[in-house]
C-alpha cells in the first residue's frame, strides 16, 4: 500500500523560499505508471493544483504559479520536493503531496490517490 | 484556464439522497474525479471515471456526467457523509488539473 509523508519547514518568511520534499513509501516512483503531484489548500479554501513530476524529470506546472515553481525527483531515494519562490501571505497553505494517475481513452480521467496527510506552511515574518 | 463550478453548499436528511453539480466546459472532453474531505483530513478519493469507486467507498456514492455538467450522488445518505466534496478534471487548454470550488455537504 503506497503512502505519501511531506515534510519541510513550516515557517517561510516573506519574500524567501518555500521548500517540501515528499517521501514515498510501499511503492517506487520509477515504476513509471504514475505522476507525482503537488496540491495545496488555503486555510477555509479549496484545492488548487501546483503541478506534477514525472519519474524521468518531466514536469508539468499550474500557469498560475509556473513562474516560481520547480517540483524535483529523486528516485534513489524515492522521494519528490517542491520549491516556490518569492513567497507571501498568499501562499499560507496547507500542502498535499499525492499520486496522480490517469487514464487516457474515448473518456479520459485523472485521479489523486493516495495523499499525503498535508503540511501547514504558514508565510510570516 | 477551465473552471469547476459547484454549489457552496447543500443538506440532506439522514437517510435521503443528494446529488452534488459540477460545471465546467473541460467536463465535455473528461470525466470528473470526487473527492470527500472531512475538518482536518486529507481529501479521499470516492469517484473516478465514468462511475468507478476504489476499494473501500460505500455503493451510496455514485457519478455521472451529462453534457459540461458532472454529479456525484450520495443514496440514502449517512452522518458520515457530512463532509467537503471537490470535483476535480483535466484543463481544456493543457495538461494542469483544476478543482471545483467544493459543496459542504450537511447531513441532517
Known amino acids: 500500500q503506497v503512502q505519501l509523508q511531506e515534510s519541510g519547514p513550516g515557517l517561510v518568511k516573506p519574500s524567501q523560499t518555500l521548500s517540501l520534499t515528499c517521501t514515498v513509501s510501499g511503492g517506487s516512483i520509477s515504476s513509471g505508471d504514475y505522476y507525482w503531484s503537488w496540491i495545496r489548500q488555503p486555510p477555509g479554501k479549496g484545492l488548487e493544483w501546483i503541478g506534477y513530476?514525472?519519474?524521468?524529470?518531466?514536469?508539468y506546472y499550474n500557469p498560475s504559479l509556473k513562474s516560481r515553481v520547480t517540483i524535483s525527483v529523486d528516485t534513489s531515494k524515492n522521494q519528490f520536493s517542491l520549491k516556490l519562490s518569492s513567497v507571501t501571505a498568499a501562499d499560507t497553505a496547507v500542502y498535499y503531496c499525492?499520486?496522480?494517475?490517469?487514464?487516457?481513452?474515448?473518456?479520459?480521467?485523472?485521479?489523486?490517490?493516495?495523499w499525503g496527510q498535508g503540511t501547514l506552511v504558514t508565510v510570516s515574518s | 484556464s477551465s473552471e469547476l463550478t459547484q454549489d457552496p453548499a447543500v443538506s440532506v436528511a439522514l437517510g435521503q439522497t443528494v446529488r452534488i453539480t459540477c460545471q465546467g466546459d473541460s467536463l465535455r472532453s473528461y470525466y470528473a474525479t470526487w473527492y470527500q474531505q472531512k475538518p482536518g483530513q486529507a481529501p479521499v478519493l470516492v469517484i473516478y471515471g465514468k462511475n468507478n469507486r476504489p476499494s473501500g467507498i460505500p455503493d451510496r456514492f455514485s457519478g455521472s456526467t451529462s453534457g459540461n455538467t458532472a454529479s456525484l450522488t450520495i443514496t440514502g445518505a449517512q452522518a458520515e457523509d457530512e463532509a467537503d466534496y471537490y470535483c476535480?478534471?483535466?484543463?481544456?487548454?493543457?495538461?494542469?488539473?483544476?478543482f471545483g470550488t467544493g459543496t459542504k455537504v450537511t447531513v441532517l
Open positions: 476535480n478534471s483535466r484543463d481544456s487548454s493543457g495538461d494542469h488539473k483544476v
Open positions: 499525492a499520486r496522480e494517475g490517469a487514464y487516457y481513452g474515448s473518456g479520459s480521467y485523472y485521479w489523486f490517490d493516495p
Open positions: 513530476i514525472y519519474y524521468s524529470g518531466s514536469t
